[in-house]
Each structure stands twice: as structure tokens, then as C-alpha cells.
Nanobody, 121 residues
């Protein structure tokens, strides 16, 4: 099972940007589907974005399309989430996730501990 560690969260004003990183340990990171999810207080965890192993295909929740970009660097075993034009409703704990196959928007096997994103209005 791959180990995941997120970083890059913090406090930002509405309209600002943050870049989250997720460092993975494991021998076959380059073959994993990687995803980002988020969970706000009192809400269920929701899919944000995903990227397949080659980086050729990406997937986004409608709420973040055009504002967030997921990318990966397989040489560094790292996946990123660039978040632009942040809104107060984007505030949540963001989790990195990994899986070896399957539908990119759900059913992940491995999870990071999460990183807090706070957006002030």
C-alpha cells in the first residue's frame, strides 16, 4: 500500500491561490491513479480531481473546473493540486488518495492524513 503525505494547505483570501502537494512512497507510484478529495465540517467527503498514471487524462468536479489543475511528476512521486480563484466554499480538509485501477472518482485504497485549506472572504 502506498503511503501519502500532503502539504501546502493554509489560509488564503478569496480569489487567491494555493498549491497542494502529495508525496507518495511506493515502488510503483507511476502506475497509480491519484486523486484529491475534500471534506468540509458537517459535510461528506467529496471528489475534487483525479489524474491517471500517465497524466494524459484528468478529471474534475464541476465545482472546481476551470479553477483547479491536477498534475503529477512521476520522477518525484508527487501529485499536485493547483487551486486558483479560491472561494470560501473551497475551505475544507484536502486529502490525497491513490489506487491501482478503476474509476478515478471513487473507491480509493490509500489516503493521506489531509491538509487544511481555509479561505477568508
Amino acid at each position: 500500500q502506498v503511503q501519502l503525505v500532503e502539504s501546502g494547505g493554509g489560509l488564503v483570501q478569496a480569489g487567491g491561490s494555493l498549491r497542494l502537494s502529495c508525496a507518495a512512497s511506493g515502488p510503483i507510484f507511476s502506475r497509480y491513479v491519484m486523486g484529491w478529495f475534500r471534506q468540509a465540517p458537517g459535510k461528506e467527503r467529496e471528489f475534487v480531481a483525479a489524474i491517471i498514471w500517465s497524466g494524459d487524462n484528468t478529471y474534475y468536479a464541476d465545482s472546481v473546473k476551470g479553477r483547479f489543475t491536477i498534475s503529477r511528476d512521476n520522477t518525484k512521486n508527487t501529485v499536485y493540486l493547483q487551486m486558483n480563484n479560491l472561494k470560501p466554499e473551497d475551505a475544507a480538509v484536502y486529502y490525497c488518495a491513490a489506487k491501482s485501477r478503476g474509476i478515478p472518482t471513487r473507491n480509493y485504497d490509500s489516503w493521506g492524513q489531509g491538509t487544511q485549506v481555509t479561505v477568508s472572504s
